[in-house]
């Protein structure tokens, strides 16, 4: 007997870990081990190409000076065994990676990698692991990510990163509506740092909170994918951690006491000149348990219900409302905390309105409550996340989408079949709901309507908030500046100028273009007239995308169809109460979507699409056509209120995603001189559609809408192209040709000959922020050719290499991007969070200039390029590309020709394409969203643009 115990005990030990309990849910087995450490790891083995891993530490903040943010910057930036500056970057230029990042949330932080090829993987898990357990941290990366002091001014990535954040307006918004909540916490304070806390922080305190945070003790490791080879990744881990010992979990309060009395808040953000948005904000803390699948879901389902549209009551309620102009995007659920919070907000409020809006959003919530809501409108919500769960879905690795559902659980040592099993999960809010069709009514009774624990915070502009902030960052670098060290100050500068040594960078894992399978990327359509068929695996969902051609309207027409996008989510059917349409098309449909797409065809044109997507299951494919067939021909277009709310909602997205995608306004800005389509793309979608739309009310805007909407009644437009499982095929083809029917027979349009609109080459929009985004644009090669292919090389080498090192490394910014558009034929490179602008142009042209084309870099280069369509595309995104291929004209003779030219290109090649961008890139087009606080000396010449007032 004695014989069989210590038998099972060494087959349930592997290398130290203890093998605690399996798990089996839906063919899939689940594996959670533990270590005499007390590390935990979670092995998934699930059948999937992509294998994933997450390195998890529980890290509660006690402050808001950032420190964990800080860690997970410099975590990866040299460990023991790999001794480069900046390992992370470095080892993602011989990778193919599908995922390789580090995230800071309110009480964790997460390193998760993934790749396709085991080796890659391997050794991507070898450096995140030398990197967690054995970083080098040393005081040089501490002042060049996070913060030192420059003379009279701070610097660092987080610290500008968070300059931002501090004071932008959607960033308050969305972080006091919900950390407010959980006063006496550790989720009160910014886990990503505000800026005069960051200032403060210390060398010695950062080295503490990594001593304290991660220790094996206060870790795990999620595994995802059959092929991790668990046995040697447990052997790996062991040898780290052996020795450490086993300490008591760091813990800090995670649950506020309860309210006994609601609040209000008002806090001030820094505002761009004409920009007086105010936005009201009413938070809820909840009973909602965030580590249970099944309170998760229940509130999602009813935030759906509730807000999940325009046609949804509450979302409709404040639509309607005359306090407000717009829904605030931060309404919602979040499940980033130990208790579930939920809010709604109100955004371009008026202030003498602030305290009615408050009001109006509590009666509102209340009044549903007490009446409860549809029976439709719950079916529905449910039916969308049963669709979902359905789904095979994209955009991040599978592995990580399923580690971040279960990640609460395994912190407490729960079993993760509930978070693995979500149809079951969807089961039983459904059956809850049926045997209590009071169930969500009672719910927001409780958590909405009678919860004294809710917030209600209002959020104005102020034209001094970022003087007060500035004189707060001046005063404390005035009182520290004794503190500052010459030999830290002079170890810093030697370190940011000295390349890694050559045996440090040699000790990295990488691949080779031999390790890498070069795959047939080509996606199959097949032509039924103007039906277009993909045949794959979709888990037996259908999905429909139906384009307009309308490269024959002119920019202004573009500009107006634009806005019919906005529009038709929030009107009705003629004749027909205004949300019918909407509901019937939420129960029909997983989601319908309406956007407007601009681009240049391979043979020079520029093609202008309006397109409908929407995704369904077989038996719903003809009911909700006709649907959609009932908006794009019979929609009220002249409904004066959805035209307000359509104008208000275009123009605030424009004006609450200025800063968030600064980077990418810029790059629309400084590419709109280069072509016509590039041109067209930034008026009806840049800067210059906010221009456009701000002069616009509904009064004006209505004769245009319908002029253009008259336009989509024309059958020759349109092209239906339907992704599928065979079977489906013939009688969802009949579907297609029947809703074409609908529309009235006319010719294939003509596309209009375009001009380039965009005149000046150096623009500057100056922001109230502490940081800017830049741009600068160039053409390319034409596509395809090889010179092109040349130019896609150098530019990922640049990318990676010599910019990043430049224009990060050593001058601060948050990141730095170049890429090649290939049938826009534009290089573009850009800046986020930027502290320099004019330095930063002049570092792009000096870098470009100098650099010199390495072997050994070109083959890394080419190794990423290829490497990219490795990368498991879901059945909506494998959709969506092959239907842009088809109406872009890229055929797949010209796909194999530029992967053969990738691969073919000779260093004499390489060097001319760098000689070619180095040339173009002196002359090229310069864009800047500029900070306001910005000195003169980094001020470049440009002409000087106003953002649109609101």
Known sequence: MLFFIVLFVILNSMSGFELLRKESVRNTEVF?????????VCHVAADDGESFFAYSFRTHPWDSSGVFHILEHTILSGSERYRVRDPFNTISKSSCNTYLNALTFPDRTVYPGASPLKKDFDNIFSLYTDAVFRPLLR??????????????????????EMQNETLNHE????????????????????????????????????????????????????????????????????SYIRDAGNRARPEARVIPERWQHPEDRTLYCSTTDGDDRITVITSFLTDGDSSSAYDRMMISVLVDALLGSPACPLYSAVLSSPLAEDISSQSGMSA????????????GVKEEDTERAGRFLLETISKLAEEGLERDLIESAIRRQEFLAREIPGGIPNGFRLFLRSVRSLEKDMPIASDIDVASTIARVRAAWESNPDLFSEWMKRNLRDNPHRLTLTVKPSVSAMDEEAEVLRRMAEERRPLIREEDEAAFRAFISSPDPDEALAALPGLSLSDVPVVDGDIVCEEHGPVLVQKQLTGGIIYIDIAADVSDLPDEDLRVLSLLTRLLPL?????EEKTLIHRRLRMLTGSTTFSLETGRKSDGSVRCLFIVRTKVLPENTDAALESVSSIIRNADICDGEAIGSALSDSTGDFAENIIYSGSSFAASAAAASLSPSLSVGEEVMGIKAWEYFSRLDAQSAAPLLERVYSKLSERGRYIIHLTLEGDEADQTIVSAEKFLS?????????AVQREITEKSRRISYPISAAVSYNAVAVPSSPYPSREQAAEEVVTSMLSSGPLWEEVRMKHGAYGVEMYLDSLEESIVTVTHSDPHVKTTFDTIISTIDSYTIREEDAENAKLTVIGRLLRPMAPAVKSMVGFRRYLYGITPDMRIMMRKALLEVTTEELEAARARIAAAVKEGSFASLTAASLGEDERFDAEVRSLPSN
């Open 32 to 40: 959670h081990y533990v270590h005499p450490t007390g590390f935990r």
């Open 139 to 160: 005081k040089e990366t501490f002042m060049a990510e996070g913060i030192r002091q420059n003379g009279d001014a701070f610097e660092g990535v987080v610290f500008n």
């Open 171 to 238: 960033s308050i918004v969305s972080s006091h509506s919900l950390r407010d909540l959980f006063r006496g916490t550790c989720y009160q304070y910014s886990s990503g740092g505000e800026a005069a806390e960051i200032a403060g922080l210390t060398y010695e305190e950062y080295l503490a909170a990594y001593d304290r945070y991660y220790h094996p003790s206060n870790g795990m490791c999620f595994f995802y994918g059959r092929d991790v080879s668990i046995e040697e990744k447990l052997e790996v881990i062991d």
């Open 336 to 347: 980033d905390f130990s208790l579930i919070p939920f809010a709604v907000g109100m955004t």
């Open 571 to 575: 009107t009705g059917i003629k004749g």
């Open 742 to 750: 609908g529309f009235s027979p006319s010719p294939v349009p003509r």
